[in-house]
């Protein structure tokens, strides 16, 4: 059971981060961070305000479909574990 609502979770909390890598470029970065920890705590929860605001005032689903859709995308192409696991 905790290993169902852990999967869960984290399939949320992956999405939601897609969603706001999508919308909020700022929050991408390449290898190395552009800020300190703190800082980008912060702008992670400015972000997530923002976007909730945002839904609020224009509720356009198209981004969250594109997310939605490429997550599909991924689960469909088989991974080499899920491979083995097959067999």
Do not use: W
């Given at each position: 059971?905790?290993?169902?609502?852990?999967?869960?979770?984290?399939?949320?909390?992956?999405?939601?981060?897609?969603?706001?890598?999508?919308?909020?470029?700022?929050?991408?970065?390449?290898?190395?961070?552009?800020?300190?920890?703190?800082?980008?705590?912060?702008?992670?929860?400015?972000?997530?305000?923002?976007?909730?605001?945002?839904?609020?005032?224009?509720?356009d689903e198209s981004l969250i479909?594109?997310?939605?859709?490429?997550?599909?995308?991924?689960?469909?192409?088989?991974?080499?574990?899920?491979?083995?696991?097959?067999?």
């Amino acid at each position: 059971m905790f290993n169902l609502r852990h999967s869960s979770l984290r399939n949320v909390i992956e999405r939601t981060f897609r969603v706001l890598k999508k919308q909020f470029p700022t929050i991408v970065s390449g290898t190395e961070p552009h800020y300190k920890v703190d800082t980008m705590t912060k702008i992670v929860l400015a972000c997530c305000i923002l976007h909730k605001f945002l839904r609020g005032v224009d509720n356009d689903e198209s981004l969250i479909e594109e997310v939605d859709l490429e997550l599909l995308e991924e689960d469909v192409q088989p991974t080499p574990t899920m491979l083995v696991s097959m067999i």
